[in-house]
């Protein structure tokens, strides 16, 4: 089943709309024509079967015939980390956590960030793109460039995990509990210095490590993604 992504849904009119590469990949990669069923997500949760009314490269509208709502899953979790020096890095990072599992990803800046360029709109094509891969009907949401220290003092994504290299006795998977609701924080590729860690400990972080080997940035991420997708296989 190839699912297709819009926002441009009309429930009064019954009737869906897709636009620039969504129409372009229904229309010309597809082949799809009118009257075929395509299948649509808002990623929020709503998966539309639809009928095609119009169809072109720009533009394809269609008739919702049957909608299904997906529950969330039963833990939401956050992971902050710092954006590599290659943007390809962390693109691969971000597909990655969408496929396995995550409700959110906050890019922050420490003080040993490598200085980046962002890029908004591609990143969102990314996100996109994993979602209706792994059938995910929740687009996960990205805050860029929050500031480390008013990350840690937030107390909005359940329990606080801060994950460094000073070697932390605790490993992530045994403090997590299924069903929990939690934000994971991962360095540079520096590290976070002595003070960034010690400030969100005092906040009440617990310091976390993810195993004996020294892992890169986006190598870290993806593997708290796993973790908790791993304690919640039973959950899902």
């Known amino acids: ?74 833990y939401q979790l956050t992971i902050a980390i710092c954006p590599t020096k290659k943007q390809s890095r962390i693109e691969w990072f971000i597909e990655k ?23 908004e709109e591609r990143l969102h094509k990314i996100i996109v793109s994993a979602m209706k891969q792994s059938k995910n009907l929740y687009l996960p949401k990205v805050i860029i460039g929050q500031k480390w220290k008013d990350l840690i003092e937030g107390k909005t994504h359940g329990n606080r995990y801060i994950a460094h290299c000073e070697n932390p006795e605790t490993h992530l998977a045994k403090v997590c509990s299924p069903a929990e609701d939690c934000i994971v924080a991962i360095g540079p590729e520096g590290d976070f210095t002595k003070d960034e860690i010690d400030k969100a400990l005092a906040l009440g972080w617990k310091e976390v490590n993810l195993g004996t080997s020294r892992l890169r940035t986006e190598t870290a991420g993806v593997v708290v993604a796993s973790v908790l997708a791993q304690i919640n296989m039973t959950k899902v």
């Open 97 to 119: 956590a969408v496929e396995i599992g995550v409700s959110s990803i906050v890019l922050t800046q420490t003080q040993r960030t490598e200085k980046s360029r962002i890029k």
């Open 1 to 74: 089943m190839i699912i297709h992504y819009t926002t441009d849904i009309n429930l009064d009119q019954n009737s869906i709309t897709l636009t620039s590469d969504e129409a372009l990949h229904c229309a010309k990669v597809l082949r799809n024509r009118i009257g075929d069923e395509i299948y649509v997500t808002d990623g929020d949760g709503a998966l539309h079967t639809c009928t095609l009314r119009e169809v072109s490269k720009t533009e394809c509208t269609a008739d919702i015939e049957s909608t299904i709502l997906s529950d969330k899953r039963p």
